[in-house]
């Protein structure tokens, strides 16, 4: 058996994951970008997959590798896509076998869902053995592959199958159908009138006909008239029935649970790499960060994955920003005008960490990331009325419960604390939580409107969110490392939707 344990989830932690990792995956969007992935893949339940990060820097890497395999690999990616869909095929056969009725049909459906896995298990094992592949993961998968394929108990499962399949085909029966009943004996020659009926009205043919024959691929309903006919099949031909009813019973359980586990869990890099390949597309960058135990970090051309998904279809440019902490740093205030991209710039690095963590390519031109045990995040939230808490009051729970629960392991993410209160206040508040922070010594993007935040110690960086120089009005949507200004150009704002005092006065005068 191949052990991939350390890529996923333990079983059984499925809702729990989902209830622990909501809110802050909805802060950073990062449900938005889960939704999108799994589209269309719901069979699969990969969804706890991107629920669990990794922490650990060893299967990091082990993951980075399974995935850069299939993304440099085309045909790779391609083969291992072909092997999904039949399995696809097998699932669905066996489907059939448990809510189908008639005993010979379920079998004839076990069968050719036995057909179809021990054909896609030998495809695959060949396309493996075509593939150079680097990973640890698709390697070891290959090896034990290599051995269940040429394993005496395959090869013997393959065989029977298909003798079984060779001596059903090649019976032959006719049907002698009288008023209310009908009569099924062996073939002994006669003509196949079909052949005669067509030839004799051929020369009445005006175009091509409809189409009426049987595929099994979109209907596998049998009447109990059919049913009977292969009741009376069976019983003329007892020995190849026989051999279908040893087949079934030898080979129940069938489907290796290793290649069952490994035909879902590849599903978590096709669809991860599927989704980005459309925003690639667009020329923007992605790598596979280094990912380190120190707090040493840096991002160049990083962006906002949720955002460029949701930009994919029109033609608003996505804009990059980098950003590092180096040294004793670690606490990013982020400060300037509004909607100038402070918080697309905070969504983006919790993104980056989070999805660098799961061992994915991050969205960004070059990357070193840290490894965290939690990510800690505070967006504005509305005000719910069932817990009758005031918004300062709200915040202050919030942030106290992310203060009692962070380590100097986690990342934490603010978003415009306190803009309920006064600005005295706001910053007495702020000062004390920076001062919580700067003690844990862990990793802190914080978007303030308090721009003494940015200058408090060594372990504070100022980073502003700037606008054209020409016309203030205008954000560049770049995040650049300079000291806070001060300036949140409001009154440029105000002149550009002509609602200065001067323009207002001249509208009602007019």
């Not at 059903?168 to 009288?178: A, G, R």
């Not at 043919?205 to 049987?214: L, M, N």
């Not at 990331?369 to 918004?391: M, P, S, V, W, Y």
């Amino acid at each position: 058996m191949v052990s991939v344990s350390v890529l996923f989830p333990k079983p059984g932690l499925d809702v729990q994951l989902e209830e622990e990792a909501g809110a802050f995956l909805k802060d950073l969007n990062l449900d938005q970008v889960i939704d999108a992935i799994t589209a269309g893949k719901q069979a699969y339940h990969l969804k706890p997959f991107f629920y669990t990060p990794l922490h650990d820097l060893e299967a990091i890497r082990y993951r980075q590798e399974v995935m850069q395999d299939i993304d440099e690999d085309t045909a790779l990616a391609s083969r291992l896509k072909s092997f999904a869909d039949e399995m696809v095929i097998v699932r669905r056969y066996l489907s059939l076998v448990e809510n189908l009725e008639f005993n010979y049909h379920k079998k004839g459906w076990f069968l050719e869902a036995a057909l179809v896995y021990s054909a896609a298990v030998r495809r695959l094992m060949q396309d493996l053995e075509q593939s150079a592949l680097r990973s640890r993961g698709l390697r070891a998968f290959r090896d034990f592959l290599r051995a269940y394929g040429y394993s005496e108990a395959f090869q013997s499962f393959a065989e029977e199958a298909q003798e079984v399949k060779r001596r059903l085909s090649e019976l032959k029966y006719c049907i002698i159908i009288q008023p209310g009943r009908f009569k099924v004996k062996m073939y002994e020659g006669e003509p196949d009138y079909s052949v005669e009926v067509e030839k004799t009205f051929e020369k009445f043919k005006q175009h091509a006909p409809k189409e009426y024959r049987f595929d099994p691929d979109r209907t596998s309903g049998m009447n109990h008239i059919e049913a009977q006919i292969l009741e009376f099949v069976s019983r003329l031909y007892p020995g190849p029935f026989a051999a279908l009813d040893r087949f079934c019973e030898r080979h129940a359980g069938f489907v290796d649970e290793t290649i069952r586990a490994f035909d879902r869990e590849i599903q978590f890099y096709i669809a991860y790499l599927d989704f980005i390949a459309d925003i690639r597309h667009r020329g923007l960058p992605f790598c596979y960060p280094e990912v380190t135990a120190g707090r040493d970090v840096y991002v160049r051309e990083g962006f906002d994955l949720a955002l460029a998904h949701a930009l994919h279809h029109t033609s608003n440019p996505v804009i990059c920003n980098d950003f590092f902490l180096q040294g004793p740093e670690r606490i990013i205030v982020v400060t300037g005008p509004n909607q100038g991209g402070k918080t697309t710039f905070a969504r983006m690095f919790g993104q980056l960490h989070y999805l660098a963590d799961l061992g994915c390519p991050v969205p960004a031109r070059e990357a070193r990331l840290a490894l965290f045990d939690h990510i800690f995040t505070h967006f504005e939230q509305e005000e719910d009325i069932r817990n009758l808490r005031g918004k300062l009051e709200d915040d202050l729970i919030r942030i106290h419960d992310i203060l009692q629960h962070a380590t100097p392991n986690s990342i934490v993410v603010l978003n415009e604390v306190f803009a309920s209160t006064t600005v005295k206040d706001a910053v007495l508040l702020s000062k004390a939580i920076m001062e919580r922070l700067v003690e844990l010594d862990l990793l802190c993007v914080w978007v303030t409107f308090l721009d003494e935040l940015s200058s408090l110690n060594e372990k504070t960086v100022s980073m502003v969110s700037t606008v054209l120089e020409e016309d203030p009005s205008q954000r560049t949507f770049k995040i650049i490392r300079k000291p806070a200004d001060g300036l949140a150009y409001a009154i440029s704002l105000v002149r550009k939707h002509g609602l200065t005092y001067e323009q207002i006065k001249e509208r009602i005068s007019a």
